[in-house]
C-alpha cells in the first residue's frame, strides 16, 4: 500500500475543493456550523468514491446522512462508553467504602483504562470500514455487518489497514497538537478559529484518506 501517494492525492483532492472556491468554503463553514452534521454528510459522498469533490447541495440529504453517521458512530462507541462508565464507578465506589485501599483501586483503574483502550481501538478499526460500507450500500445495517467488514479487512491485510490507521491518526494528532500549541501559546481563541476554519479541509482529506484504503481491498 503507497501510503505516501494516498495522502498527497488527499491534501490535492482538499486544496482542489476549496482552493479558488470561496462559495464552496463558504458552505464548508456553515455545515460545519451547523454542528458538523451537514459536513458528515457530505464525508459520504467523499467516501462514496466521488472524485473530484461534489458540490455541497442537497442540503436536507447532507443532515439526514449525517444524523445517521453520527446515531452509527455512537453505536459503535457503545461499549467504550459502558466500560468507561463501569471503570469510573467502580473506581469511585470503591474509593468511598475504602479509602485506605488506594493503591489496589488505582491499579484495578489502570487494568480498566488498559481494557478501555484496547476495546476503543478494535472498534474503531471496525466502524471505519462499518461506516465506508453504510456510505456505499445507504444502509445503516451494513455499517454493523461484521462478516463483510471482517472480509474488506481481511483482503486489505490487517497490517496494511492498522499502519494505515495509524499514519492518518498522526496527520490528525499533528493537526489537533498545532492547534493546542496556538491556544497554549497565543491565545485559544486563535486556536478555535483555525480549527474553525480547517475543519472542513481535514475532515475531506481523511475521507477521500479513508475511501482509497477501503477500495485497496479491491486491488489486493
Keep these: ?95 468511598v467504602m475504602n479509602p485506605a485501599a488506594l493503591m489496589e483501586i488505582i491499579g484495578g483503574v489502570l487494568i480498566g483504562i488498559v481494557v478501555l483502550l484496547v476495546v476503543a481501538i478494535i472498534t474503531g478499526l471496525l466502524a471505519t470500514i462499518g461506516i465506508i460500507r453504510f456510505a456505499r450500500t445507504g444502509s445503516m445495517g451494513e455499517a454493523f455487518n461484521f462478516g463483510a467488514i471482517l472480509g474488506t479487512i481481511g483482503k486489505i491485510g490487517w497490517a496494511n489497514y492498522i499502519i494505515a ?18 491556544n497554549f501559546i497565543i491565545s485559544p481563541y486563535l486556536g478555535l478559529i483555525l480549527e474553525f476554519l480547517l475543519m472542513a479541509p481535514l475532515t475531506l482529506l481523511m475521507s477521500r484518506y479513508l475511501c482509497q484504503v477501503y477500495d485497496s481491498a479491491d486491488s489486493m
Design 1 to 95: 500500500m503507497d501510503y505516501a501517494n494516498m495522502l498527497g492525492d488527499s491534501f490535492a483532492y482538499a486544496k482542489d475543493a476549496i482552493v479558488g472556491k470561496w462559495k464552496q468554503y463558504l458552505l464548508f463553514l456553515i455545515a460545519t456550523l451547523l454542528l458538523t452534521i451537514p459536513l458528515l454528510g457530505y464525508s459520504l459522498k467523499v467516501l462514496r468514491g466521488e472524485k473530484p469533490a461534489p458540490e455541497v447541495d442537497g442540503w436536507g440529504t447532507l443532515i439526514v446522512d449525517g444524523i445517521k453517521y453520527a446515531i452509527i458512530s455512537i453505536i459503535w462507541a457503545l461499549p467504550s462508553i459502558i466500560i468507561a462508565i463501569f471503570v469510573i464507578g467502580a473506581g469511585v465506589s470503591a474509593f
Design 165 to 182: 490507521m495509524i499514519v492518518i491518526m498522526v496527520i490528525e494528532l499533528i493537526f489537533f497538537g498545532v492547534i493546542e500549541c496556538l
